[in-house]
């Protein structure tokens, strides 16, 4: 798959009017009930869009697909690059994969969308401060690339890794949907006062790329404070950019400021396809008993229907939707007490509300998002000098943190690393002595090239490996230390020097 402009993902280009195949995942659950009232509002307001019906989520499972998704899905989606789909069933604990991530991730759809808009007559404890902002969550790197093992019998690992080219591809995207919707000031949200290298590089990249927009105004801000400050003052938000789990919790809290999943769209986007959904699961406590909201699954047919840069339909069905809500018609998860509709009587409410006009509803001026060119090529970044100047052995071991360390030095006396210092979950131990121990047997073990600051060689690596085994030890895991243009690339542990 090559990179492409945005609007050339599932004929965006065409002119508006034009008749665009759309494959849609109806999904498990209320994902038939809120599909199909979907697919009716969209047809009885004039929308040009020819449906390819295809299956993923509970079904595809059960017919022995683990990726949840069957191949026809896939092919379905390779040829139309645009999907609208309703929720799916996930596997809890072993077995199959997200169905979801597994789309996400096959057509690399980078970015995950996701607005938060107060709705007219949705009572909630913001409502009435006038909340529209956008979160943009990075959508397949992070702990989501889901690169886990055991470490020992009782450690577990997930390796948390950031790019270079992921971090500006979802940066560059931030500023360009800012453009697409007139928004004024961009976020970038990140832990990077702890994880200095991986959350660090979204905010390093978010510094050097925000210069290239200087009609934004662009400030980082720390993801707790974020969730503090959207709760305290979601007001002062417009666009919000984050890495993958960040972005999934603030979109969360951000879908409860404004009325909770039942109104809460999202959309996917990548350069060879673009998927549209609603954020909410597959609700099973209501499923097929008439009782779904359609809301989210419609605002992203709408999101989805400006991507066509079909504005006039878009336009008509968020009006007839805020008229509707207006004369308070709801569904009983938004209701609050007042008396609700089911899925259908809504549905048909708000087809009957089509042409007629909300003065509540503010027109952004929407236009279409210019994707991002960032160079497919995988090694992208290129240092000019690197250097290997030691390793990170993990040992799983029983011994206390001082007759561990002192069994490692002496079995590694005279190889060309010597050991620096141990660490257990991050906390230094030996040479110097925690105030209070009450470690795991996963133990870091920092060798540095000796003397410091020679170059170590995989020959030094390996012989260090055969003494620790000679001498028993058990090793798990190892990591080279390495200095990138004179720099360590590396986080010291918890009391290291
Ligand atoms: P959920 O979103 O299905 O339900 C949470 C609560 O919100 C329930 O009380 C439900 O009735 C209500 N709700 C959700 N959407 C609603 C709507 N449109 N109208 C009215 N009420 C609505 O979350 P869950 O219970 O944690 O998950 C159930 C299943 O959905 C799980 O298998 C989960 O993996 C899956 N899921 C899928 C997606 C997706 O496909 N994008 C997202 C989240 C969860």
């Given at each position: ?21 759309v494959?849609?995942i109806?999904?498990?659950g ?25 299956i993923a ?26 999907a609208?789909?309703g929720?799916?069933a ?31 007559n949705?009572?909630g ?43 500006e ?8 949907l800012?453009k ?18 991986t ?35 979601p ?14 919790i ?15 769209p999202s ?66 998860d ?40 960032v160079?497919?090529a ?5 240092a ?23 069994a ?6 005279g190889a ?6 141990i ?10 002595a ?13 060798f ?29 895991h190892m990591e ?18």
């Amino acid at each position: 798959m090559s990179a492409t402009a945005t609007g050339t993902i599932g004929g965006a280009t065409q002119a508006s009017g034009a008749k665009h195949t759309v494959t849609m995942i109806a999904g498990d659950g209320i994902g038939p009930d809120v599909a199909w009232a979907t697919k009716e509002i969209l047809a009885a307001a004039g929308a040009s869009v020819d449906w390819e019906d295809r299956i993923a989520g509970k079904e595809a499972f059960d017919a022995g697909y683990d990726t949840g998704v069957m191949p026809d899905t896939l092919e379905s989606l390779a040829r139309t690059r645009v999907a609208l789909k309703g929720p799916l069933a996930t596997p809890v604990g072993d077995g199959g994969k997200s169905a979801n991530v597994t789309l996400r991730k096959l057509f690399e759809m980078y970015g995950n969308i996701r607005p938060c808009k107060e709705l007219p007559n949705v009572i909630g404890p913001f409502a009435g401060r006038g909340i529209d902002l956008i979160v943009v969550r990075e959508n397949v790197e992070d702990v989501y690339a889901g690169i886990e093992h055991m470490q020992t019998p009782g450690v577990a690992q997930c390796l948390k890794l950031i790019s270079h080219k992921g971090c500006e591809k979802i940066i560059r995207l931030a500023f360009e949907l800012s453009k697409a919707q007139g928004r004024k000031k961009v976020h970038c949200a990140t832990k990077a006062n702890i994880m200095k290298l991986t959350e660090g590089y979204l905010k390093r990249v978010f510094e050097t790329v925000a210069p290239e927009y200087p009609e934004f105004e662009s400030e980082h801000i720390i993801i707790d404070n974020c969730c503090h400050q959207l709760v305290m003052n979601p007001e002062q938000f417009d666009v919000i950019v984050s890495t993958n789990m960040n972005g999934d919790i603030v979109s969360d809290l951000t879908s409860g400021l404004v009325g909770g999943l039942g109104i809460a769209p999202s959309m996917n986007i990548g350069d060879d396809a673009i998927m549209f959904e609603a954020v909410h699961g597959t609700a099973p406590d209501i499923a097929g008993q008439d009782k779904a909201n359609p809301t989210a699954l419609l605002l992203a047919a709408v999101m989805m229907l400006r991507h066509f840069k079909d504005f006039k339909t878009a336009d008509t069905i968020e009006h007839a939707l805020y008229v509707t809500l207006e004369a308070s018609i709801f569904t009983g998860d938004i209701a609050a007490g007042r008396p609700a509709v089911g899925t259908k009587k809504f549905t048909e409410t708000l087809i009957a509300n089509l042409g007629r006009k909300s003065a509540k509803l503010i027109d952004r001026g929407y236009s279409p998002i210019e994707m991002p060119k960032v160079s497919t090529a995988p090694d992208l970044v290129k240092a000019p000098k690197r250097r290997d100047i030691g390793v990170d052995i993990f040992i799983e071991s029983g011994m206390l943190p001082m007759e561990f360390g002192t069994a490692i030095e002496k079995v590694t006396t005279g190889a060309a690393l010597k050991l620096k210092n141990i660490s257990n979950r991050g906390v230094q131990v030996w040479p110097t002595a925690v105030a209070a121990f009450d470690g795991v047997d996963h133990y870091g073990c920092r060798f540095f090239a000796d003397p410091r600051g020679s170059e170590v060689t995989d020959e030094h690596i390996c012989d260090l490996i055969n003494l620790l085994c000679g001498a028993g030890f058990r090793w798990m895991h190892m990591e080279k230390l390495i200095e990138i243009d004179g720099q360590a690339a590396f986080a010291k542990a918890q009391g290291e020097s």
